[in-house]
């Protein structure tokens, strides 16, 4: 038996990380590539996400205090 060379479309399953001013491509845990970035790319987001330096942060609302918990409930939930 022999074997053929062929190709496999891949497309959808790989990830790009911003890593020093490049975008590193990764196939699951497997480096295969990386995209150079023209220096001084500019980042578009969506509203709630924004951009600092090389890291993407997710703009989320927190509660500004502890709230109250249950504290006196049963291990079946009862309180």
């Known amino acids: 038996m022999t074997l053929q060379q062929g190709k496999l479309d891949?497309?959808?399953r790989v990830v790009g990380k911003l890593?020093?001013?490049e975008?590193?491509?990764?196939?699951?845990?497997?480096?295969i590539g990386k995209v150079t970035l023209p220096s001084g790319s500019d980042m578009q987001l969506e509203h709630h996400f924004e951009s600092a330096g090389e890291k993407i942060f997710q703009l989320v609302s927190t509660p500004s205090s502890?709230?109250?918990r249950y504290t006196d409930c049963d291990e079946g939930g009862w309180c």
């Open 23 to 31: 975008i590193v491509l990764y196939l699951e845990n497997e480096r």
């Open 66 to 68: 502890d709230e109250p």
């Open 19 to 21: 890593q020093n001013g």
């Open 10 to 12: 891949i497309t959808d």
